[in-house]
T-cell receptor, first 112, second 114 residues
Framework: KAGVTQTPRYLIKTRGQQVTLSCSPISGHRSVSWYQQTPGQGLQFLFEYFSETQRNKGNFPGRFSGRQFSNSRSEMNVSTLELGDSALYLC???????????FGSGTRLTVV | QQQVKQSPQSLIVQKGGISIINCAYENTAFDYFPWYQQFPGKGPALLIAIRPDVSEKKEGRFTISFNKSAKQFSLHIMDSQPGDSATYFCAARARSGAGNMLTFGGGTRLMVKP
């Protein structure tokens, strides 16, 4: 069974640009969540999607957005990038009934 | 109230020893407490998890001890091996609306010396 796949693995962007990250959950998993991991703030919850609907959002500015498609694949978008957005962005999927998360390997975003 | 506090930040243990990592929480609405292991360049991987109606759970060399009244839980790694060298995160789940959200501790960097 394939795990959670995140693309791209690495990304370098310039301040002010926007970026889109992609996540393919484990087959059959309907819930996708996104987390930001930084050395200073640790792992912080961004948002959760289930059946194409955002059902939960963390304390991040509106520059951070996401969506989920009918096949459960998800994307997150960060607009007007700031240096502080440099982080490892992790996607996690779970079945509809809570059984814990399976994380992907993440996308390492560097903003210069 | 959403915080999960984890200690120590780093830990060095000799091969064969016991590694102990502690976490404390405040929010009594948390109802699921997982531990994750993360290697460099990888995402966190679920090690073991416990629900608050259980005081201890063991899976192989990994044991969670849970003290509901003290709002504390800990991970014990028995017979620690160099391959266990990684960063460990405790976490706690809260239901938020119709969804779920994990709050993570700050992490413990474990080094097991051969």
């Amino acid at each position: 069974k394939a795990g959670v796949t995140q693309t791209p693995r690495y990304l370098i962007k310039t301040r002010g640009q926007q970026v889109t990250l992609s996540c393919s959950p484990i087959s059959g998993h309907r819930s996708v969540s996104w987390y930001q991991q930084t050395p200073g703030q640790g792992l912080q919850f961004l948002f959760e999607y289930f059946s194409e609907t955002q059902r939960n959002k963390g304390n991040f500015p509106g520059r951070f957005s996401g969506r989920q498609f009918s096949n459960s694949r998800s994307e997150m978008n960060v607009s007007t990038l700031e240096l502080g957005d440099s982080a490892l962005y992790l996607c996690a999927s779970s079945p509809g009934q809570w059984q814990g998360y399976t994380f992907g390997s993440g996308t390492r975003l560097t903003v210069v | 109230q959403q915080q999960v506090k984890q200690s120590p930040q780093s830990l060095i243990v000799q091969k064969g020893g016991i590694s102990i990592i502690n976490c404390a929480y405040e929010n009594t609405a948390f109802d699921y407490f997982p531990w994750y292991q993360q290697f460099p360049g990888k995402g966190p991987a679920l090690l073991i998890a416990i629900r608050p109606d259980v005081s201890e759970k063991k899976e192989g060399r990994f044991t969670i001890s849970f003290n509901k009244s003290a709002k504390q839980f800990s991970l014990h790694i028995m017979d620690s091996q160099p391959g266990d060298s990684a960063t460990y995160f405790c976490a706690a789940r809260a239901r938020s609306g119709a969804g779920n959200m994990l709050t993570f501790g700050g992490g413990t960097r474990l080094m097991v010396k051969p």
